[in-house]
């Protein structure tokens, strides 16, 4: 690191809660604690950085830490440098932001991104900062009315003002990382899905036109579907609705506000196009999607190197959590409660409503479910009808986009057993809203409960190049499974 690197301070100011539209999304919290794909903005934007400037990174996350940065800016030579960056400003092209940052120790002119509350301040003489210190103490540079008119405009990066619920949706759509297989582009007015599994991706896209028309004002319409270079598209329109596992996961829902999205959900499930089968026709139905894709899964899980590896080490941990072990008393548990799982009808299902694959606005009461499981024909529209449910449970009851967020931790207790320690807020108290709508609905949390643990257990191989959260599905699997043998909360 040259001289003129070790003159520059960086300064991410987090010191405001989001509010307001965009605080009904993710809750009261620090801009920079926002998740995105499994890691916070701030975590985000460290990881843009160049190399050598994360250890010339402050994270200002509160006014008890203004001492000790007016310090640094007081010991700073006549040619300390500062740049400023609010902790709402978001960074969609983290090269641009990388590129901006290695030029900043040579910038000779001081600049900002706009002309009134800029979200980014380049300052050449950081002492400037101090002499306004009383301003800072009461509010962040982003926050002060008077115009930047001194300063050069920033031309190269535009950062986005997350505290604006549209830019910070611009930001985060799709905040669920795509499988490797799939890619989601998003403009202003189209999210695309392209794909290399062609046949899913066209069986997503007829299933709007197959589905009975109750079903369409659930739904996104696609439309310009392409098949090219060995790859698959679709484009639908972009609505600027955050998905409920974003909510969710930043502890957003109140009581009333989770009340008033499950039961739109449930209402949504229970007014499905159905048809009348035979109860062992039903049977059936579950045993191929509960039973046999779970054996195939386990199958394909265990004859992986990668899958024989993190058996063993379970194995030598918790005996009990090893996927074989698990498989046999699933087996055993679906026998015993085989019965809950038999209808008299099937139903038109949407085939994967995990909270991400909903869109929701809370104030609006808009719910928009994407990504069906798909249909290229009408036969293929019609499944059991407690395997939405069993997602939706997936994300309520098992917790499943703290996994797939990374929002857990696997450790081990005082036995040396292994432990799933979750970061959980208000959640807890917001489940048994979902059990009593289960309920009210006639259904049998049991079968619900088993099939959920089969969606875990068949997840293993989807994941196995991440073992840790493959270890959080057995150990969420396993709670899942006491809790139908014995009654144990999870």
């Given at each position: ?52 400037a994360?250890?010339r990174?402050?994270?200002?996350r509160?006014?008890?830490?203004l ?6 800016l ?14 709402r400003?978001?960074f ?14 040579y ?10 509350q ?7 003489n ?31 990066v535009?950062?986005?003002?997350l ?38 991706m ?80 039903s049977?059936?139905a ?53 019965a809950?799982?038999?209808?008299d009808?099937e ?35 019609w ?21 797939n ?29 979902f ?5 009210r ?37 396993n709670?899942?499974?006491d809790?139908?043998e014995?009654g144990?909360?999870?």
């Open positions: 690191m040259s001289q003129l690197h070790h003159q520059l301070i960086l300064v991410v100011d987090d010191r405001e809660l989001a509010a307001g539209e965009v605080r009904g999304v993710v809750g009261p919290r620090r801009f920079g604690d926002i998740l995105f794909q499994r890691r916070t903005l701030f975590e985000r934007f460290r990881a843009s950085l160049p190399a050598w994360p250890e990174l402050v994270h200002l509160s006014n008890e830490q001492p000790a940065l007016r310090a640094t007081e010991a700073s030579g006549d040619d300390g440098a500062l740049c400023v960056i609010a902790g400003a978001g969609p092209d983290s090269g641009e932001l990388r590129q901006l940052i290695e030029r900043l120790p910038a000779n002119d001081d600049f900002s991104d706009r002309l009134y800029p979200l980014l301040v380049f300052l050449r950081a002492h400037w900062l101090v002499e306004q210190w009383p301003a800072f103490e009461a509010a962040p540079l982003h926050t002060w009315q008077a115009p930047w008119r001194d300063c050069q405009r920033l031309q190269s535009r950062p986005l003002d505290a604006h619920l549209q830019q910070f949706l611009m930001l985060t759509s799709g905040s669920t990382a795509a499988r490797h297989f799939n890619q989601i582009d998003v403009d202003e007015y189209y999210y695309t899905k392209s794909s290399s599994d062609r046949r899913k066209r069986a997503e896209y007829a299933f709007y036109d197959l589905a009975p028309e109750a079903m369409r004002p659930w739904l996104i319409q696609p439309f310009d579907f392409r098949e090219q270079d060995e790859r698959a598209s679709y484009k639908m329109m972009r609505y600027y609705l955050a998905d409920a596992a974003l909510q969710w996961v930043h502890g957003a829902f109140e009581a009333d506000s989770f009340q008033s999205f499950i039961e739109r959900l449930l209402f949504f499930v229970a007014q499905r196009p159905r048809r009348a089968c035979a109860r062992a026709a049977l059936a579950a045993r191929a999607l509960f039973v046999d894709k779970l054996e195939r899964r386990a199958a394909d899980f265990l004859g992986r190197d990668d899958g024989r590896r993190i058996e063993a080490l379970v194995a030598s941990a918790t005996p009990s959590l090893a996927l074989a072990a698990q498989l046999q008393r699933y087996l055993r548990l679906y026998a015993r409660h085989e809950g799982f038999g209808f009808h139903v038109v299902g949407h085939g994967d409503p995990c909270f991400s694959n909903i869109l929701y606005d809370q104030q609006r009461h808009l719910l928009k479910l994407i990504d069906p499981k798909g249909a290229l024909d009408e036969a293929e529209l499944t059991h009808p407690l395997y939405d449910l069993c997602k939706i449970s997936h994300s309520v009851l098992g917790d499943y986009d703290f996994i967020n990374g929002l857990y931790r696997v450790g081990f207790n005082d036995d040396n057993s292994l432990r799933l320690d979750l970061t959980l807020e208000r959640q807890a108290a917001l489940k048994p809203l059990t009593r709508q289960l309920a609905l006639g259904h049998d949390l049991r079968a619900v409960r088993l099939g959920e643990a089969s969606l875990f257990l068949s997840m293993l191989p989807l994941h196995i190049d991440y073992p840790n959260k493959v270890m959080a599905f057995l150990l969420k699997a709670a899942i499974l809790e139908v014995f144990k909360a999870t």
